[in-house]
């Protein structure tokens, strides 16, 4: 990612919808090192920010949609979350939950594009998001997987106003002129019941020592570590829940 602080209509935050968040929290705490602060308000339900030095980096939040798997779920920053959430459903996608306030920190809008992958938009108020993108153990980009890639091309560039630039089988999506975001075309390889889905990638010093670590601790080794051609070296993994991210070389993007 080429952005190291949250940029209106791009990622601001990350946070896991969990069934488990005592065992999330030692889960990641011990892969990046992160300190674990719960939300000890009752209106917060047992939130739980996650922190490295610079400040919060994500969350672990209880799962708010019956019946739905741990995963993760990018947030993007929005001026407006009304008015985000009008176009989301005038170019084709569904307003999930929300425009939410959530106490005073900000509005929170829950949705899901045309092929069905689930996101999240956050109107900032008196929290802004993570305090810092792309450094090691932090968010560093995100990643559309979706098997109607014209559909959402179309969808994200209206409601966002994202660039692209779009290979055989890869696109790039572009803020400001910098990089942030990929979309992927699921193909065969996917099993049928996997469904569209927004996959955040950590930015981590060392791909292989943390794969290595993850599997001690129980994770699934999804893909890699590997070289992407012309890229970085990246991993993917699912954590003992389920809920699947991917790891890169930090010092490979920016």
Known sequence: MQHDEPATSGPCWVELATIDAAAATVFYTGLFGWRAAVDQRPEAAGYTVLTQAQGPVAALAPQYREGRPPAWTVSFLVEDADATAARITEAGGRVLLGPVDVLELGRYTAAADPSGAVFALWQARDFGGAAVLGKPNSLGWVELHTRDVAACAAFYTAVFGWGSSAGQH?????????DFAGMVRMDDSYPAEVPAHWLPYFAVADVDAIVNKAAGHGAERVMGPMDVPDGPRIAVLRDRQ?????VYLASSLG
């Open 242 to 246: 389920g809920a699947a991210f991917g």
């Open 170 to 178: 890869y696109t790039q999506w572009r803020l400001a002129g910098r």
